[in-house]
């Protein structure tokens, strides 16, 4: 785990949270002005798009680097083996699109000439989850972490908020390999300070607490963090860890959870199935002595009907209240009884 | 993107095909009749890997080894003793399946030793049944999906363009394989950068795995759905050595466009029995096929 020098390890004493939840902001513009910043400072950096110029908010890049701003129009196949040709001829591109086109429909390209050819290109999925709300199922992308989790070499990380999406952006572009980006456009909290890093196969350590571990990602962690607030109010403390690294995944920060708590809650915006909480099931069935009780939030299997991200996040209990709850029944209620 | 940047960066050229003294290519390649030779010897090893692995794809490395030995014989700057030259001309293979005839032509280009030509598909072997550029030096996409080589090799040419540089890239695709429509996606690319550093090489057998591809989705008139896509386009005979080395050392056929050369070939070509034959896209030889293959090649194996 990433241990704030606040908190000193597992065995520290239940605390106040170290981090607050700050304005909120669209971690695209974090994405993009880093991108900017990168490609001012290394002329190997590109971008590569499917007409999606504006939803992936790169106008400002294609402004600026118009020789190293490649617009495939509508083909993410062919916008996925340009970007693996882009790496072989020395460029560093990263490929950007709503994550529901970019993973579903070039998946053949994401296996094979990426994570089989261990291509230098970075996949930046943007949208992503239910983002597109309205929209539909046709625009969801509830399914990427499954997809891209089960591919060999594929890096993958689900930021948190800006400074943490900025900070996956400068470690793309400093390691070399094929990445995952799943990048929202659902406004969250600032939760990590400006200027943290990224550590790969780290989890971070938002909050520590005995009774309970709550694992979020993406747009739940903050909620995660309220959830937190509300325990605690309830006498329960929660131990807060943001799992953007889904690949590599911190193994010892389940295992210290299994060890240290009573019980664990995941949360995340896709779907149950091979996402956050089937990897911390997998390690825990696998790995855990006395395995604690799990509970995974998410989507069942299904598709999300129609309404807004709030609301479909809402629909489907991922909110603050739906962590409180299932926090709630594996380890009990603290409060004495009336 | 802006296609047209201005070539900043001249090649220092690695040296010719016979500066290499692991070659097999000797500096000779400029007659076609030893190049047609050394492409009689890339159709017998291929056939002897295949022999050897009890797997493979005959029909498709015997079409497509005169474009390969003219390629590696010569057309392509490479230095096999830096594989990743930065400035090396880019060759794709993305009709993956074909890998017996390629590895044959690296071994023979230098790459590495032709022995191991003979651990073909065995149990670890760098020789994959379709390359991994992870394993063997001289491989630059790892293909065998159809449809991928081309997007890739977009991309390769326009980096080429981003970074001004004069490398040239060529794929050689199947006939059949144009039926994945990412290659039209790729070729819809290509027109718009003007990639005229961009060739591609239709190995136009007119078979696919399970019949002739007219039979299966008909690609005619192939040659115009290349010009409606922005190509410059010509047909030549894909098994004609000085016609291909003719133009394929002299692409662009046309500045400001991306070069699509058909090259008219006979699946199974040279040995009398798999030509034209279906069943032979994966055939086997025995030996006794070997040796008959062998007498119509007047050629033995590099290994």
Not at chain 1, 132 to 159: K, M
Not at chain 1, 290 to 299: E, Q, S, V
């Amino acid at each position: 785990m990433v241990t704030p020098p606040e908190i000193a390890a597992e065995e520290s004493q239940p605390s106040a949270p170290t981090y607050t939840l700050g304005p909120k902001a669209d971690c695209r513009d974090a994405f993009s002005q880093t991108l900017v910043e990168l490609a001012g400072s290394d002329p190997r950096v590109c971008a590569v798009v499917n007409d999606s110029v504006s939803s992936t908010k790169l106008k400002g890049f294609m402004g600026k680097y118009p020789e190293r701003f490649v617009n495939v129009g509508i083909a993410e196949q062919n916008m996925v083996g340009v970007g693996t040709g882009l790496a072989n001829g020395g460029m560093l591109p990263f490929v950007c699109g709503a994550s529901c086109f970019l993973t579903a429909r070039a998946m053949e390209q994401v296996k094979v000439d990426l994570g089989y050819t261990r291509s230098n290109v970075k996949l930046c999925g943007m949208s992503s989850g239910m983002a597109y709300g309205q929209l539909g199922p046709t625009h969801h992308s509830i399914e990427d972490i499954a997809w891209t989790r089960v591919i060999p070499n594929l890096t993958v990380i689900v930021p948190a908020d800006a400074a943490e999406t900025e900070a996956a952006m400068r470690f793309a572009h400093a390691t070399d390999g094929p990445m995952f980006l799943r990048i929202s456009r659902v406004p969250v909290p600032s939760i990590l300070p400006k200027g943290h890093v990224f550590e790969p196969g780290k989890a971070v350590l938002l909050r520590e607490g005995h009774d309970v571990t709550l694992m979020a990602n993406g747009v739940l962690v903050s909620r995660a963090l309220e959830a937190a607030n509300a325990l605690a109010a309830m006498g329960i403390e929660a131990r807060v860890l943001n799992m953007s690294s889904i690949k590599p995944f911190d193994e010892p920060a389940v295992l210290a959870a299994a060890r240290g708590t009573r019980g664990i809650v995941t949360a995340e915006e896709g779907l149950r199935a091979g996402g956050l909480g089937g990897i911390v099931a997998e390690i825990l069935a696998t790995k855990a002595r006395n395995a604690p009780p799990l509970r995974i939030l998410g989507l069942p299997d299904v598709f999300a009907p129609t309404g807004t991200a709030e609301f479909l996040l809402e629909h489907f209990g991922l909110t603050a209240k739906g962590i409180v709850d299932a926090s709630v029944e594996l380890v009990g209620s603290k409060l004495p009884a009336r | 993107m802006q296609s047209e940047v201005p070539v900043t960066t001249q090649r220092q050229s690695p040296g010719g095909v016979s500066a290499n003294a692991n070659s097999l290519f000797d500096g000779r390649e400029g007659d076609p009749a030893i190049l047609k030779h050394l492409a009689n010897r890339i159709r017998m090893t291929a056939m002897s890997m295949t022999n050897h692995a009890h797997l493979g794809h005959t029909g498709g490395d015997l079409s497509a080894s005169d474009v390969l030995a003219v390629l590696y014989g010569g057309v392509l700057q490479l230095d096999p003793q830096q594989p990743n030259w930065p400035q090396r001309d880019r060759f794709l293979l993305s009709k993956g399946h074909c890998a017996a005839a390629l590895y044959t032509a690296l071994a023979m280009r230098g790459f590495f030793e032709t022995a191991l030509l003979r651990t073909f598909m065995d149990p670890l072997s760098k020789l994959n049944g379709h390359p991994d550029r992870n394993k063997l030096p001289g491989v630059e996409a790892n293909t065998g999906p159809l449809g991928h080589g081309l997007p890739i090799a977009v991309g390769c040419a326009i980096a080429a363009k981003m970074r001004g540089e004069t490398w040239r890239t060529f794929v050689l695709t199947g006939d059949g394989e144009l039926q994945e429509g990412s290659n039209w996606e790729a070729a819809m690319s290509a027109q718009q950068y003007k990639l005229d550093n961009l060739i591609v090489i239709v190995d136009r057998n007119r078979l696919q795995q399970g019949d002739f591809t007219e039979n299966t989705i008909r690609m005619e008139p192939l040659a115009d759905k290349w010009r409606t896509f922005g190509f410059a386009v010509t047909e030549i005979d894909g098994h004609n050595t000085a016609t291909l080395r003719e133009v394929l050392s002299g692409a662009p056929l046309e500045v400001g466009k991306p070069t699509c050369i058909i090259a008219n070939t006979i699946k199974g070509k040279g040995v009398s029995f798999a030509e034209n034959q279906p069943a032979w896209h994966h055939g086997v030889p025995t030996e006794e096929q070997l040796r008959k293959a062998a007498e119509e090649l007047e050629a033995e194996p590099v290994w």
